[in-house]
């Protein structure tokens, strides 16, 4: 049986955490991201329609 430390505990601890908040500010951005397109695609489609008719 291997010998863990507390630093060792302490580093995978700090590393899992810095590793959820890196995804979830990736998820952030990626939400971000497909609201601004959707956003910015509903109108234009709106003014397409309007000048197709």
Do not use: V
Not at 19 to 34: D, G, P, V
Not at 44 to 49: I, K, N, R
């Amino acid at each position: 049986m291997t010998f863990i430390g507390k630093q060792d505990l302490l580093d995978s601890a700090n590393a899992s955490r810095r590793e959820q908040a890196e995804f979830h500010l990736r998820y952030m951005i990626f939400a971000s991201t497909l609201k601004l397109s959707a956003a910015m695609k509903i109108p234009a489609f709106g003014d397409l329609s309007n000048i197709r008719r």
